[in-house]
């Protein structure tokens, strides 16, 4: 919505720039023709200088021939008339000009024209100088204003001004809240389909096109989401059940080799064989329940139990849970604690927490079965609890770390670390969290999970 | 009945090779009165014929699921009822609905696992007595001799009294006896409290019990400490 505002502000800004920009062009055209009309008669001769050139000497006028040439540039005539109107001296007069003039003659002339003659007058030392111009070849107009007229000029040059920036911006707010409108409606679509909602805009209107790619945009992604969906609940429901249908064999599988194994009535060896079996399909069945809790996670359709928890007793649990189970025999597991960490507090799912710990404990221990030291640290790094798995047995090499940490399916790849890291993974980022796997020197790897904080108030 | 293998079971499974497996595996562990069925008709039939004392049953049966009909048969008797199930699903409407299931057991288990909970179900059902007095046995160590039931300590110097507290710390830590029991479940088996508020008494608390059960308090042999983790108490003479 802000980003359509800022258009339209944008778009009256650039509307009255315009009429700006235009009245400034204006004054520049006319400043240009002003210009242009100087460059057009470029030697003006002006009349003063003529009559101070033309003098009385001895009884005749006279005229100095660069004065005269300089006066043919501009005038075509000239007379000089006495107090009583009569021509005392003249240069090219035509003959249509009366050699006699009344006071009212004069009068006419001095504002207007001589026989159609522009002309200008002077007041010489002897009397009235006339100049003449060709017939048509200037136009004369009296311009006269009363004096408050002129001293309120700036003031309603100013208001003109004014009006004009005015009148601009409110027609461009009148046309532009059209066009405000219908982006808007726009924007609001687009915003929508960014969150994934379906978008219906009115099809008509200045952005109608516009629309009606917008609204199949939205149909096209919901119907791709309804696909995908489908496809998902697909997969999910598939490996549910597939994992459903081993259950049951896998029970008697189970049952029947167990019981086997503490049949003191078999030899030795088969109740050892019988115990193999049923190791193995224990393996079997942790490797349906990692597969159903991955796709699960996958999918988002594992209820998630959030409830405030203590992440250091969490640990503390998970870690003293497999040291009593004598999982790693060979193995040293130390738990580590910052001081002041008790009280951390975190939102989260206390049964997924600990199955993500651990499975990074036991993937250690399991990937370095002659035994190793692993340390599992917690500590507060300002808004995020860490906790740091980490061992030195033979860790994983860059390039198998690479491939965990950029997995993004839950398909395994053919490795041999399985679904365990890929569920910590999806474990920890279902809770906003981070994981990184790092390379520990000499030997050995560490995962850190980094967790978001209740901050306590 | 004196004995929880006098009890009647009822075993509803749909699958006849999961039926006779159980009933194989209870039958070997001693149970007598075992009765299978197939399907929920057949189950309903069995289950106001024999009356029996608990049932084994499977969640999705052919026609019918397990929790409807336990909401029948818990309107006919109070027997309890251990499930069986083969969902990841199904262990979240078990915990989350307060269906009043007694127990229940995802496939594939092992036999083991199968007849420790029964045991616990019907112990705590039919036997709750039983199960009392087997909480609370004497133990010893080398010259030191536990009776938890009268929360006394005897050595060669003398008898010691327990007080609550070190007796409810002292149960939990035999009842996991060469486990280790992290400090936070020692708090809140004494406390009911968090570990951060009670840090310090519970090392306090956990001196005071050396010094009565302890040869030599400063080098303990029986109650240790687990660096960074909790406590435990370690000893093979048990009795």
């Not at chain 1, 809790?293 to 649990?317: C, I």
């Not at chain 1, 790094?381 to 798995?389: D, G, P, Q």
């Not at chain 2, 486990?179 to 951060?196: P, Y």
């Amino acid at each position: 919505m802000k980003s359509t505002l800022r258009i339209f502000i944008r778009y009256i800004v650039s509307a009255v720039g315009i009429v700006i920009i235009l009245l400034v062009l204006n004054l520049f055209v006319l400043l240009g023709w002003l210009i242009q009309s100087k460059v057009e008669n470029p030697v003006y001769y002006s009349i003063r200088d003529f009559s101070d050139s033309l003098a009385l000497d001895q009884g005749e006028f006279s005229i100095s021939e660069s004065s005269l040439q300089k006066f043919h540039k501009v005038y075509q005539w000239a007379m000089l008339l006495d107090e009583t109107g009569k021509i005392i001296w003249s240069e090219s007069l035509p003959p249509d000009v009366p050699h006699e003039y009344s006071l009212s003659d004069v009068a006419s002339f001095t504002r207007w024209y001589l026989n159609d003659y522009p002309v200008r007058v002077w007041q010489h030392p002897n009397g009235l100088l006339v100049l003449g111009s060709a017939k048509d070849s200037t136009w004369k107009h009296e311009i006269e204003f009363s004096e408050s007229i002129v001293s309120k000029m700036p003031a309603w040059i100013s208001f003109g001004l004014t009006l004009n920036g005015i009148a601009a911006l409110l027609l461009s707010l009148l046309f532009g809240l059209g066009l405000f409108r219908s982006i808007r409606t726009m924007a609001t679509g687009i915003e929508n389909l960014s969150e994934n909602k379906p978008v219906t805009l009115p099809e008509s209107g200045l952005l109608g096109e516009l629309a009606i790619k917008i609204n199949q945009t939205s149909r096209q992604l919901t119907k791709q989401e309804k696909a995908l969906k489908k496809r998902d609940n697909a997969r999910s429901a598939w490996i549910a059940g597939i994992s459903h249908d081993i259950r049951t064999p896998l029970s008697l599988v189970m049952g029947y080799a167990s019981q086997l194994e503490g049949d003191p009535n078999l030899p030795l060896s088969e109740q050892e064989q019988a115990g193999v079996i049923r190791l193995q399909s224990e393996k079997i069945k942790d490797l349906i329940n990692n597969l159903n809790l991955a796709s699960k996670l996958e999918y988002d359709m594992q209820p998630f139990e959030e409830k405030t928890l203590y992440p250091a007793e969490l640990v503390r649990g998970v870690v003293t849970d497999i040291i009593n189970s004598r999982i790693g025999e060979h193995h040293s597991i130390e738990f580590i604690a910052e001081d002041k960490i008790e009280k951390l507090k975190l939102v989260g799912d206390e049964d997924l927490l600990r199955r993500a710990i651990a499975n990074l404990v036991l993937n250690s221990i399991q990937h370095n079965a002659d035994g190793c030291d692993i340390s599992v640290e917690i500590k507060k790094e300002s808004a995020t609890c860490s906790i740091i798995v980490s061992d030195n047995g033979v860790g994983l090499t860059q390039e198998k770390l690479d491939g965990v940490a950029s997995q993004r399916d839950f398909i395994p790849d053919n490795q041999s670390h399985g679904l365990g890291l890929v569920i910590v993974k999806q474990i920890i980022q279902a809770h906003n969290g981070t994981v990184e796997f790092k390379a520990n020197s000499p030997s050995g790897c560490s995962v850190i999970l980094k967790l978001p904080i209740l901050l306590s108030r | 009945m004196n004995d929880i293998h006098e009890c009647r079971l009822l075993i509803i499974d749909d699958e006849p090779e999961l039926q006779k497996m159980v009933k194989n595996i209870l039958q070997n562990e001693g149970y007598q009165n075992l009765t299978t069925a197939g399907n929920c008709k057949q189950a309903r039939q069995f289950f106001s014929q024999m009356k029996p004392d608990c049932v084994i049953l499977d969640v999705m049966l052919a026609d019918g699921d397990g929790f409807t009909l336990m909401r029948e048969f818990r309107t006919m008797s109070a027997a309890p009822v251990l499930f069986l199930s083969a969902r990841d699903e199904d262990e979240n409407r078990l915990l989350g609905l307060g269906l009043g299931a007694d127990d229940y057991i995802t496939k594939p288990f092992l036999p083991r696992e199968l007849i420790l909970r029964l045991q616990a179900i019907l112990n705590r059902a039919y036997f709750p007595a039983v199960l009392k007095k087997a909480a609370q046995p004497v133990f010893h160590f080398t010259d030191t001799e536990i009776d938890l039931s009268s929360g006394v300590i005897r050595k060669r110097d003398g008898e010691y009294t327990l007080t609550a507290k070190e007796f409810l710390l002292l149960e939990k830590l035999l009842e996991n006896m060469g486990k280790i029991v992290t400090s936070d479940n020692l708090c809140h088996a004494v406390w009911g409290e968090n570990l951060f508020r009670y840090e310090n008494t519970l090392m306090v608390h956990i001196r005071h019990l050396r010094e009565k059960i302890e040869p030599d308090p400063s080098h303990p042999q029986f109650l240790l400490t687990v660096r960074g983790l909790g406590y435990k108490i370690i000893g093979d003479q048990t009795q």
